[in-house]
């Protein structure tokens, strides 16, 4: 578990002076009123669009995946909204780092809050079903707020990024559990705490189940909730996070946890959680990280990739 971001002299060598400078530009943009943060991302989101040509192509394949009955114009205007809404969200946790809790407080909405705390004054610990839309480091400060809780996350490689990582996680976490580290997500549900769960996205063979997503009849899938929900001892509630129209603020639901959960199996639950999945996703798709390769695993392996050109 980690508890307190480690700085090093190391981090102010001067391969890593690019980044810094970088992030010193970002810094000083967090300070600028939310609505101009977010026209300067949506611009960088249209110059994405022009130069991550590999990124591109992944967004667009998923979107004509999970949505074959929309027709190419649509695909194309989901698709430029999703960029310009990918690059608003590197503001997004620019902001969620380094902005003030009043600020913060000052730029959020949140519902269901109370199912929070009801399950953890039960006894039990909360699970929150997330999904990875691109404010998803602005809810996890808003949800800081009023119940700080503990942060799955999967260490960075980059060691300045991996400081700034934690440092700016634990503003809104008590700590933070790389994602490989199961046995201390479940102390944490014992506790009892709150965790953030996400299932959203490919992580492979190890674990997954071929079920569907979306139009996709088989995606990798994994079922991590259910075992996390058995040993854990907790509920699961569904967490939702979207960036207002206006640009302006946040605004988060939680809801009611889960009834029946774990069921009768993990395939089971782990159908159910996609139906959930969907349900969040299609608020705001165009909020979505269709960045990932949703589909890069196939259930036979021998079958071609899905984003071969």
């Given at each position: 578990?980690?508890?307190?971001?480690?700085?090093?002299?190391?981090l102010?060598?001067?391969?890593?002076?690019?980044?810094?400078?970088?992030?010193?530009?970002?810094?000083?943009?967090?300070?600028?009123?939310?609505?101009?943060?977010?026209?300067?991302?949506?611009?960088?989101?249209r110059?994405?669009?022009?130069?991550?040509?590999?990124?591109?192509?992944?967004?667009?394949?998923?979107?004509?995946?999970?949505?074959?009955?929309?027709?190419?114009?649509?695909?194309?205007?989901?698709?430029?909204?999703?960029?310009?809404?990918?690059?608003?969200?590197?503001?997004?946790?620019?902001?969620?780092?380094?902005?003030?809790?009043?600020?913060?407080?000052?730029?959020?909405?949140?519902?269901?809050?109370?199912?929070?705390?009801?399950?953890?004054?039960?006894?039990q610990?909360?699970?929150?079903?997330?999904?990875?839309?691109?404010?998803?480091?602005?809810?996890?400060?808003?949800?800081?707020?009023f119940?700080?809780?503990?942060?799955?996350?999967?260490?960075?490689?980059?060691?300045?990024?991996?400081?700034?990582?934690?440092?700016?996680?634990?503003?809104?976490?008590?700590?933070?559990?790389?994602?490989?580290?199961?046995?201390?997500?479940?102390r944490?549900?014992?506790?009892?705490?709150?965790?953030?769960?996400?299932?959203?996205?490919?992580?492979?063979?190890?674990?997954?189940?071929?079920?569907?997503?979306?139009?996709?009849?088989?995606?990798?899938?994994?079922?991590?909730?259910t075992?996390?929900?058995?040993?854990?001892?907790?509920k699961?509630?569904?967490?939702f996070?979207?960036?207002?129209?206006?640009?302006?603020?946040?605004?988060?639901?939680?809801?009611?946890?889960?009834?029946?959960f774990?069921?009768?199996?993990?395939?089971?639950d782990?159908?159910?959680?996609?139906?959930?999945?969907?349900?969040?996703?299609?608020?705001?798709?165009?909020?979505?990280?269709?960045?990932?390769?949703?589909?890069?695993?196939?259930?036979?392996?021998?079958?071609?990739?899905?984003?071969s050109?």
């Amino acid at each position: 578990m980690v508890e307190q971001a480690q700085f090093s002299k190391a981090l102010l060598h001067p391969k890593h002076w690019i980044l810094w400078l970088g992030i010193g530009l970002g810094r000083l943009v967090s300070m600028l009123p939310l609505n101009w943060q977010m026209g300067i991302g949506k611009g960088i989101g249209r110059l994405m669009m022009k130069f991550a040509k590999g990124r591109v192509h992944t967004a667009r394949r998923n979107l004509e995946l999970c949505f074959p009955d929309a027709t190419a114009e649509e695909h194309q205007q989901l698709l430029e909204r999703n960029f310009e809404e990918t690059g608003k969200a590197i503001f997004d946790t620019v902001s969620a780092w380094w902005w003030s809790d009043s600020r913060v407080q000052r730029h959020m909405d949140i519902t269901g809050q109370e199912h929070v705390q009801r399950t953890l004054e039960s006894g039990q610990g909360v699970i929150l079903f997330a999904v990875h839309c691109l404010p998803l480091e602005m809810g996890a400060r808003i949800f800081g707020q009023f119940n700080p809780g503990i942060g799955v996350y999967r260490p960075h490689n980059n060691p300045v990024m991996e400081y700034l990582q934690v440092k700016g996680r634990l503003r809104s976490n008590k700590a933070l559990i790389p994602k490989r580290d199961v046995r201390q997500m479940v102390r944490s549900l014992r506790a009892p705490d709150v965790i953030w769960y996400t299932a959203d996205q490919d992580f492979g063979r190890s674990s997954a189940v071929f079920i569907p997503f979306f139009e996709m009849p088989e995606a990798a899938t994994i079922t991590g909730g259910t075992m996390l929900a058995k040993l854990g001892k907790a509920k699961v509630l569904p967490f939702f996070v979207e960036r207002n129209a206006d640009d302006k603020g946040y605004s988060i639901k939680i809801s009611e946890p889960l009834g029946d959960f774990p069921g009768e199996s993990e395939l089971a639950d782990a159908i159910r959680g996609n139906h959930i999945i969907e349900d969040l996703i299609s608020r705001n798709k165009a909020q979505y990280m269709w960045l990932h390769r949703r589909f890069k695993t196939r259930p036979n392996q021998d079958e071609p990739s899905l984003y071969s050109k």
